[in-house]
């Protein structure tokens, strides 16, 4: 018997035990909440919230309460069976209907319909809109009843928006038809002009409109200068980076090539573009989804409608074409609110490459958006304020101060007074007679003797030559800056030429100094995971959890993240739950995860607990909630107390004397750091030459077994070595499996 509105609010005194039952979450995030109250009183709505926002429970929480079938509007079959399993995951009963089924499937389905039993029907709008469908609906609506419509990426509706689709236009019949059922209506994209489109074209009545900020506060962003070498940083990067990436680059060919090459490196990667069939593309992406390969290099072919929420960065590896579309690209990043990283190769010679795209487009209007949207790239490439700031200024949201969490916030470029170059350039521009662009500027100033140099005479101007001391990409630097504070103008028309302007007599005059960022700034190291604040042995209980998820989603063919997501994991890791009461505390553990997962799971983190000797884990589960946690940090305090002292010279020996702990205890404490990969000098620990042999013998008896190790060994090797050796051993194998 299903619940009504009026049910639910005595069964589910809160919306947050609901929450709490079906989903396993804690609490509701941003506007959630309110639009689910409202979605309760069968109000129509419009939702739109970035990418990540949680759209989906919007909806689903409200389908749960209400009687009868929520149907949901879903325009791609992939998400659809995504969302579908992933609802089923958590006990809900869910379904689709799609051409991908047989007709007997198809029939077996609708029956279920007919009975009730199905809280979410997702349907394309094909199907739903297709004559031979409404008796259906009339029958579910006479039965079981309709709770509503939710019609997810809803801006397919309007030819403004960057995704349309005109089976959406037909949408507006659902209103007609059953004017009593309530739309709520979902959508990403922000622009009030898509969003008046969406109200009209589906025809709501006296919609309550959301709309949810833009900042993706978890994402980090930063833009690097792409050196000539690039593919070694880019692969630096990557190694930095834990988790799942996409890398996007502008062509087939250079998708395959550093896909080529990533492998050769050792990392599972695989490409992603028009150029391969069908079926591998569906392979490769599949392949990504479910964790078998860590990064998919693609052309924005890729990403449209993937719902992986645990990608934990996006790399452009060429410049991206606009910043609506990097907004939306690097978005695909963090969807699960963990902290992801996105960052921009970028340089001028990509830009050229650009370019010269653009002066193919056969029509005149469409060179010139593109070139005015590539121009809003290189701004924002160039810019030494906040990226985040740039991002949501262009979606029409201010943003005020340092965001903290992008590369010219974390650590601002130097700004040095640059007065004497712009002066040396501009009066070069003069001398030049303000008729040549940029490149010809800064081949006189740098004293080229090119043909056309010498032709024009240039090379006999006072200026030629007097900017030696500056590289070429100097002098660029400091047009672009000069361009940027107005100090100098260009024209844009056919070809750039460079123009004084008022600003630049200032400067020639000395009535204003001339100061630049100085981009060259050293690789911001950052690691964006929040793997960084685990102690080691957290760390390392998260990859057993990992590698857990992994097997339990192969064995039921789901993407890793339907079976938890990774800050499931991690609260896992941090608190250690080895009782049925403590695991349903885990955020995202709600009633059916915890039957289906919770034996399996704490006994892999009990088994943890036991090999690597930590407090008792039922102790653990026994003291109050936070305990655990305060606990946990204690232990962890604990190894960088070990840590310190190692790395001020004491040996293992002195560290246990000047602690008054066992010898066992601190040799626990090195393994755990090793295995964990923090600094622990090895070598000062065991010699090279005895750490060699102890090498060959894990090779040979596998690292499971120390008495095994020791049996290769022989007894004059002792354990406290074997376990120091092996942990670093361990630490090997695991990066090298590059998950
Ligand atoms: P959108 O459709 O807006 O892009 P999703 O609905 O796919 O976003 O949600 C993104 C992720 O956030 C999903 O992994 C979802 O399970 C998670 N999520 C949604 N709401 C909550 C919440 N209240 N607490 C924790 N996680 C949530
Ligand atoms: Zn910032």
């Not at 004293?447 to 056309?452: H, L």
């Amino acid at each position: 018997m299903p619940l009504s509105a009026a049910d639910s609010a005595s069964t589910f005194p809160s919306l947050e035990k609901a929450l709490k039952h079906f989903f396993g979450y804690d609490e509701f995030r941003y506007r959630q909440r309110t639009v689910i109250e409202q979605a309760l009183k069968g109000r129509d709505s419009l939702v739109v919230m970035p990418t990540g926002g949680g759209k989906s429970l919007c909806y689903q929480l409200p389908a749960l309460l209400k009687v009868g079938v929520t149907i949901v509007v879903s325009p791609l079959i992939a998400l659809m069976q995504d969302q579908v399993q992933a609802l089923q995951d958590n006990g809900i009963a869910a379904t689709f209907l799609n051409s991908s089924l047989s007709q007997s499937e198809l029939r077996s389905r609708e029956a279920r319909l007919l009975t009730g039993d199905i809280k979410l029907l997702y349907v394309a709008p094909e199907r739903l809109l297709n004559a031979s469908f409404w008796p259906l609906l009339q029958r579910l609506q006479q039965t079981v009843g309709i709770s509503a419509f939710a019609i997810d990426e809803a801006h397919c509706v309007s030819e403004w928006g960057h995704d349309f689709r005109p089976e959406y236009r037909q949408l507006y019949q659902l209103k007609q038809q059953l004017p009593q059922v309530p739309i709520m209506a979902l959508t990403a994209t922000a622009t009030e002009r898509v969003r008046t489109d969406i109200v009209q074209q589906l025809r709501l009545s006296d919609p309550q409109i959301y709309v949810s900020g833009f900042n993706r506060q978890n994402l980090y962003y930063e833009v690097r200068p792409k050196p000539k070498q690039a593919y070694a940083q880019l692969l630096a990067l990557v190694r930095q980076q834990a988790g799942a990436g996409i890398i996007y680059c502008l062509s087939r060919k250079r998708v395959d090539e550093v896909a080529f090459r990533l492998r050769q490196d050792g990392i599972a990667a695989l490409p992603y573009h028009a150029g391969l069939s069908d079926d591998e593309r569906r392979e490769n992406q599949a392949r990504f989804i479910r964790d078998d390969v860590r990064i998919m290099v693609a052309t924005i072919a890729f990403g449209m409608g993937i719902n992986k929420p645990d990608v934990r960065f996006v790399i452009h590896y060429d410049v991206p074409r606009n910043l609506e579309s990097y907004y939306q690209e690097a978005g695909r990043a963090g969807r699960d609110g963990d902290p992801a990283h996105c960052a921009i190769f970028f340089s001028y010679a990509d830009v050229a490459t650009v370019e010269f795209l653009i002066n193919q487009k056969p029509s005149e209007p469409e060179q010139r958006i593109a070139r005015q949207q590539l121009r809003q790239i290189i701004n924002y490439a160039e810019s030494a304020v906040c990226r985040r700031k740039i991002q949501l200024s262009y979606f029409g949201e201010s943003f005020a101060g340092s965001c903290g969490n992008c590369d010219n916030c974390l650590s601002p470029p130097p700004v040095e007074d640059w007065t004497v170059e712009a002066q040396k350039f501009l009066s070069c521009v003069a001398r030049c007679r303000e008729r040549f662009g940029m490149n010809h500027i800064i081949d006189v100033l740098r004293g080229s003797q090119k043909k056309r140099i010498v032709e024009l005479g240039h090379d006999q101007l006072s200026t030629h030559g007097i900017g030696k001391d500056r590289s070429v990409d100097e002098w660029r630097t400091l047009c672009r800056s000069l361009l940027h504070q107005d100090l100098l103008e260009e024209t844009t028309d056919g070809y750039s030429v460079l123009r004084l302007n008022a600003g630049s007599w200032q400067v020639l005059k000395q009535q204003i100094p001339v100061h630049i960022h100085v981009p060259q700034r050293a690789e911001t190291a950052r690691k964006t995971s929040d793997d960084a604040q685990l102690s080691p042995e957290e760390s390392l209980l998260l990859g057993r959890l990992r590698s857990l998820r992994k097997r339990l989603a192969d064995e039921q063919y789901v993407p890793p993240y339907v079976v938890f997501s990774e800050a499931s994991l991690r609260q896992m890791a941090q608190q250690r739950p080895v009782t049925p009461a403590a695991f349903a505390q885990i955020s995202g553990v709600g009633k059916r995860k915890l039957e289906q997962y919770g034996d399996t799971f704490t006994g892999e983190i009990a088994q943890f607990c036991r090999e690597h000797s930590l407090d008792s884990a039922a102790d653990l589960a026994d003291s109050s909630a936070a305990a655990p946690a305060a606990q946990s940090r204690a232990v962890a305090d604990t190894h960088f107390v070990t840590q310190t002292l190692h790395q001020q010279g004491l040996s293992a020996a002195e560290i246990a004397v000047e602690r008054g702990l066992r010898l066992g205890t601190i040799i626990n404490h090195l393994t755990l750091l090793l295995e964990a990969g923090e600094a622990v000098e090895l070598d000062r620990l065991v010699s090279p030459e005895r750490q060699a042999p102890i090498f060959a013998a894990i090779e040979k008896a596998g690292p499971h077994s120390l008495r095994s190790i020791r049996d290769e060994l022989g007894e004059t090797f002792d354990y406290n070595e074997i376990r120091l050796v092996r942990a670093a051993w361990e630490l090997r194998h695991s990066s090298e499996g590059g998950s």
